[in-house]
């Protein structure tokens, strides 16, 4: 039986497996966090002593730190070697294109439709997803269920559509949250 030496390691979200500098104390992450993210490292560590890895790419679209702050290039791993932006991957056609709640069936009001365009600065959505909820079953606040709901009837009427088109794969309906708990 032969034995791999020379291994090539790919790491996929790769932000999730990082290594702690010494001495460091990153705010706005809990101490399990840190723990879980350098679990990953740690056994490539092993690996490496064991086989040796001949190199490891690591791939993520949220290459830094988790500091709990907007993001900033200060933040970014120092072993960064290519940046391709989400407006890039987006016009590359890699990933999917993020689709904004705006209606024009003319069963909106003006001042939801403002409201759908802009729905994360309206402060009472603001408000209600920078904070964590006390239980998971606490509602989200109507504007943004009501905007759910809207993409859900879309979502419903496209499937409809493919349907009888005899498309046998559904649409598929994305949504991206702030935060884990949002979610």
């Known amino acids: 039986m032969q034995t791999a030496h020379g291994l090539i390691v790919v790491n996929d979200e790769a932000h999730h497996a990082w290594r702690v500098p010494p001495g460091a104390k990153i705010k706005g992450v809990a101490k399990e966090e840190l723990e879980e993210a350098t679990k990953w490292i740690g056994g490539l560590d092993r690996l490496h002593k064991a086989r040796g890895i001949h190199r490891?790419?690591?791939?993520?679209a949220t290459p830094f730190t988790p500091s709990g702050s907007t993001s900033v290039e200060e933040n970014l791993f120092g072993w960064i070697v290519s940046d391709f932006g989400l407006n890039d991957a987006i016009e590359s056609g890699l990933v999917k294109t993020p689709r904004v709640v705006v209606r024009d069936d003319g069963r909106m009001t003006t001042e939801y439709k403002s409201q759908f365009y802009h729905l994360y600065?309206?402060?009472?959505?603001k408000d209600?997803?920078?904070?964590?909820?006390?239980?998971?079953?606490?509602?989200?606040?109507?504007?943004?269920?009501?905007?759910?709901?809207?993409?859900?009837?879309d979502w419903r009427e496209t499937a409809r559509e493919w349907s009888k088109e005899s498309k046998t794969i559904p649409p598929v309906l994305i949504t991206v949250a702030n935060r884990t708990e949002t979610a």
């Open 121 to 125: 600065n309206v402060p009472e959505i």
């Open 56 to 60: 490891a790419y690591d791939f993520s």
């Open 128 to 153: 209600a997803l920078n904070k964590k909820a006390a239980r998971p079953s606490d509602p989200i606040p109507d504007l943004l269920r009501t905007a759910y709901e809207l993409l859900g009837a």
